[in-house]
C-alpha cells in the first residue's frame, strides 16, 4: 500500500489550498480514507474521514472551512481547505486501513501565515 500527498505550501489566513492523496495497492473504492495532521509539539488528530459511500466526518475545528471528498476513478482522496487559520499549520498525511492496519503516506506540510 502507498499513499502519495500533495499540494501543501505556505498560505496566508484566510486563503485556500488542496491537498490531494494518491493511493496505490488497495481496491480504493472499497476502503474510507482519512486526513489526520500534526502540528509541531502536539498529537496527530483527525482532520477528515471519507467513507466508501462518499460519507464524511470532521474533526469540529474545520466544519463549515474544509471539504473532503474522493475520485474513486483516480484513486485519489481531495481536502479543500478554505478560511485557513495558522492554527491549521501542520503536516498533513492521509491513511487507509487495511485488514486491521494503518498505512500512512508521507504527508505534505502546510504553513498558515497570519
Known amino acids: 500500500v502507498q499513499l502519495q500527498a500533495s499540494g501543501g505550501g505556505l498560505a496566508q489566513a484566510g486563503g485556500s489550498l488542496r491537498l490531494s492523496c494518491a493511493a496505490s495497492?488497495?481496491?480504493?473504492?472499497?476502503?474510507?480514507m482519512g486526513w489526520y495532521r500534526q502540528a509541531p509539539g502536539k498529537q496527530r488528530e483527525m482532520v477528515a474521514i471519507v467513507r466508501i459511500r462518499d460519507s464524511t466526518t470532521y474533526a469540529d475545528s474545520v466544519k463549515g472551512r474544509f471539504t473532503a471528498s474522493r475520485d474513486n476513478a483516480k484513486n485519489t482522496v481531495y481536502l479543500q481547505m478554505n478560511s485557513l487559520k495558522p492554527e491549521d499549520t501542520g503536516v498533513y498525511l492521509c491513511t487507509v486501513v487495511v485488514s486491521g492496519r494503518n498505512y500512512w503516506g508521507q504527508g505534505t506540510l502546510v504553513t498558515v501565515s497570519s
Open positions: 495497492g488497495i481496491i480504493f473504492a472499497n476502503n474510507a
